[in-house]
């Protein structure tokens, strides 16, 4: 039997999305093209043994593809693409869901079996109080050090007396504060003591997270950024624990010191801080806040400077600073 405009290759990759074995889509496409036929003729096309066609045959009528065999001598014949692989499609895309619905269970699996340590590494807590006492459990239990990026939201303001004991039994504190953290009413004084205390403190216009790191053992940070701290995460010690670390370090080398006094006119002291703000990316709205003046005031300090320095633009007023020991 012959099956004109069927060719090997348009057998070939039918019904591969479906998983049906190569050999049946081969039959399949045979049996849709001669319309009808017994198993002998399809055996003679296909090249095989009639046994082994009537299996494949049967397992095409288990997927509805194919009706039979009918008549006398008994005969094959193709259901109707239309239906029959839409009924086969639809029970695989099912078959699909309830794979993939089973992913959890065998992520689960995974987990236990290979990282059985990695629920230890990383825990989620939420709710602020449950947050606030875990983070008064790790900084109560530094030994060596403190890292911190102050950034809002806070959970509460005014209380320095824990950390100036943790300075007291020789825990060294190094805090990175994002310049709208330092202009909190009230932020200023509390900072000032702490820094007197033995706080190392600096600052920059922009942090990408609030965070604090305890010794090489613990890391807390928000779950999300946000006004509200509703979720944090702790890092306990890992791989992600030393990134976090070697991220604040990079911070803490490119910020700058906390400004901590006053003045109506550009001293030498303030001179180096609105130079050190300035090469740091405050704007001068930024600098009026932190140095407690107006912008007006902080304009009328740069273009002094400028003046003394003989520079055309802040850039080269920069460099020129640098070069005379300003900085």
Not at 85 to 110: D, K, S
Not at 162 to 168: A, G, K, Q, T, V
Not at 217 to 245: F, I, Q
Request: charged residues 25%; neutral net charge; proline residues 6%.
């Amino acid at each position: 039997m012959t099956t004109p405009g069927v060719t090997r290759t348009a057998q070939q990759g039918l019904l591969e999305g479906l998983g049906i074995p190569e050999p049946e889509q081969s039959a399949y496409a045979r049996v849709l093209a001669s319309g009808r036929a017994t198993s002998a003729e399809l055996a003679a096309d296909l090249r095989t043994t009639t046994a082994r066609t009537e299996a494949m045959l049967t397992a095409l009528a288990s997927y509805g593809l194919v009706n039979g065999p009918e008549g006398a001598p008994p005969h094959w014949s193709a259901a109707a693409p239309d239906v029959a692989l839409e009924a086969l499609l639809l029970r695989r895309e099912e078959e699909l869901l309830r794979t993939r619905g089973r992913v959890g269970e065998l992520m689960r699996t995974y987990r236990s079996a290979r990282s059985p340590q990695v629920d230890d590494l990383v825990e989620v807590i939420t709710g602020q109080a449950v947050i606030a006492e875990r983070w008064r459990q790790m900084r109560d239990g530094a030994r060596r050090r403190l890292l911190m990026f102050d950034k809002p939201p806070h959970l509460s303001f005014g209380d320095a007396e824990p950390e100036r004991r943790l300075l007291e039994r020789g825990v060294k504190v190094r805090a990175v504060y994002e310049s709208g953290s330092v202009g909190a009413p009230g932020r200023r004084a509390e900072i000032a003591a702490v820094v007197a205390a033995g706080e190392e403190a600096r600052m920059l216009p922009e942090l990408p997270c609030k965070l604090a790191i305890v010794d090489d053992r613990w890391a807390l940070l928000p779950v999300a950024t946000g006004a509200e701290l509703r979720g944090a995460v702790l890092v306990r010690a890992s791989s992600l624990l030393d990134a976090l670390t070697g991220m604040f370090e990079a911070y803490w080398h490119r910020a700058v010191g906390v400004p901590n006094a006053h003045s109506d006119s550009p001293a030498p002291d303030r001179r180096t801080e609105l130079l050190t703000l300035l090469s740091a990316g405050f704007t001068d709205d930024s600098i009026a806040r932190q140095l407690g003046v107006s912008p007006r005031t902080v304009q009328r300090w740069v273009r002094e400077l400028m003046d003394a320095l003989g520079a055309r633009t802040r850039f080269q007023a920069g460099i020129q600073a640098s070069r005379a020991g300003w900085l």
